[in-house]
C-alpha cells in the first residue's frame, strides 16, 4: 500500500484534517525512526548512567526536523485533543533525543577536563528531563501516577497496597538483574523521579571523585518511594511545547568531538589508578563485531588491560584473561564470537583498566574490520 496515502488518512481520521505541515512531519519521520526497526528501542538516559553512551533509537536529522514539523503543525491543529495528546508524546520524544546528546556532551567535558561546562550542560540536561516530564503529567496514559494507581485500588490491606505498589515500581524500572531497564517507560513521573534522579545521584558522585552505588539507589527508590505525583492541568500543551523545543534546539551531535563508529564508551583513570568498567553494548552491534579497542585522548599515563568478558543474556559469549598493554597510546583485543549469539534483552562488555603513571583518559570501539 502507500504508506504516505495511509498516513494522510490516518491524520484526517484522529485530527480532522492533514495540513502540509504535518505530511511532511510523517516524511521526514519515515526517513529516521519510522523507516527502520529496533527491538527494545531506548534513549541512553534510560540506562544506568555511564554504561550506554548511545541509544537504539534511529536519530538523524530528520528526526529532529520531523518532530519540530509536527509542533509547526499546531497552528492548524491546536483544537484538536488527540493532536494535543500525541504532542505531549512527540515533545518528549524531541526533548529525549536533545537529552542524550546533552549525555554524550557531558562526558565529553570530563574527559575532557573541562568541569565548568560539564555542570552548565548536567543543568541544561535536568531541564529538558523536567521538561519531558511536566509536559507527559497532561497525557492520558503515559504517567507512572496512573501505573501505580493499578496496584492500588488492587489492595484489600494496607500492607497489600504498599507491597503491590512496590512491585509496580519494580516492573517498570529495575526488574532484574540481569535485564535491568527493561521495560524503559517514557512516563510522567518517571522521567522525572526515576531516570532524572539517578542521573543526578551517578553526576554527584562522579564530582567528587566517589564510587557509584547506583544498585543501591534503585532499591531504595523501588522500595521506599515517597513521591508524589501532579497532574498539571493547567498547562498550555502548545505554548510549553513550543518554549521547549525553542530551548534544546541548538543541542546538536555536531558538538560531539569524540562520535566515533563503533564507540562504546569513555572511561578516565587517575595516577596508578584500577578501575572496573562496565558498558552496555547495542545488540545490533555483535554481529561482525571482531574486535575491542582501547584508545588514550588524553593524558600520559600508560594503560593496562587485564582482560575482558562480553556477557549477552546473561551468559558468556566471549572472554580473555589476557593482559594487554597500551603502544602509541591503543591497545586491542580479537574476538572470535560464536556463529548465533543473542542479546536480546542485554548485552555488557566487562574490562579492568589499570593506568601507570599520571591522568589518562580515553575511549573504548567496537571493532568490526580487522
Not at 553494548?281 to 594503560?303: D, F, H, N, T, Y
Request: charged share 25%; with cysteine.
Amino acid at each position: 500500500m502507500d504508506v504516505r496515502d495511509w498516513l494522510k488518512q490516518y491524520s484526517i481520521n484522529r485530527y480532522g484534517k492533514a495540513p502540509a505541515q504535518l505530511m511532511k512531519a510523517w516524511d521526514y519521520l519515515l526517513k529516521s525512526v519510522y523507516g527502520t526497526f529496533t527491538d527494545h528501542p531506548r534513549f541512553n538516559w534510560q540506562f544506568r548512567p555511564g554504561t550506554v553512551k548511545n541509544g537504539s533509537i534511529y536519530m538523524n536529522e530528520d528526526y529532529f526536523r520531523g518532530l519540530e514539523a509536527f509542533l509547526s503543525a499546531s497552528e492548524e491543529l491546536k483544537d484538536s485533543p488527540y493532536y494535543l495528546t500525541d504532542l505531549c508524546e512527540m515533545t518528549a520524544h524531541y526533548l529525549g533525543g536533545k537529552a542524550e546528546i546533552l549525555t554524550r556532551q557531558i562526558d565529553q567535558e570530563y574527559l575532557l577536563g573541562d568541569t565548568l561546562q560539564a555542570h552548565f550542560l548536567q543543568s541544561r540536561f535536568e531541564t529538558f528531563m523536567l521538561g519531558m516530564d511536566r509536559i507527559l503529567s497532561r497525557h492520558p496514559t503515559l504517567r507512572l501516577d496512573r501505573w501505580v494507581s493499578f496496584a492500588s485500588k488492587a489492595a484489600r490491606t494496607e500492607a497489600q497496597r504498599k507491597q503491590y505498589e512496590m512491585n509496580a515500581r519494580r516492573i517498570v524500572t529495575v526488574w532484574g538483574p540481569p535485564v535491568d531497564d527493561y521495560s524503559a517507560r517514557m512516563w510522567s513521573g518517571l522521567i522525572g523521579q526515576y531516570y532524572l534522579g539517578r542521573w543526578k545521584e551517578y553526576y554527584r558522585d562522579r564530582e567528587k571523585g566517589e564510587a557509584v552505588d547506583l544498585a543501591s539507589w534503585e532499591r531504595n527508590w523501588v522500595e521506599n518511594n515517597r513521591d508524589t505525583y501532579k497532574w498539571n492541568s493547567g498547562l498550555d500543551i502548545v505554548a510549553f511545547a513550543r518554549e521547549m523545543f525553542a530551548l534544546s534546539q541548538d543541542v546538536s551531535s555536531s558538538s560531539l568531538l569524540l562520535d566515533r563508529p563503533g564507540m562504546v564508551g569513555t572511561w578516565s583513570l587517575k595516577p596508578d589508578e584500577s578501575r572496573e568498567l562496565v558498558f552496555n553494548i547495542p545488540a545490533r552491534m555483535l554481529k561482525g563485531l571482531k574486535g575491542i579497542s582501547i584508545e588514550c585522548l588524553k593524558g600520559s599515563g600508560r594503560i593496562e588491560c587485564t582482560g575482558y568478558v562480553l556477557e549477552g543474556d546473561g551468559q558468556v559469549v566471549a572472554s580473555s584473561s589476557d593482559r594487554v598493554s597500551s603502544e602509541q597510546g591503543k591497545l586491542h583485543y580479537t574476538l572470535e564470537m560464536p556463529e548465533k549469539v543473542n542479546a536480546n534483552n542485554g548485552c555488557l562488555l566487562k574490562l579492568t583498566l589499570k593506568s601507570s603513571g599520571g591522568n589518562a583518559a580515553g575511549i573504548i570501539l567496537g571493532v568490526n574490520d580487522l
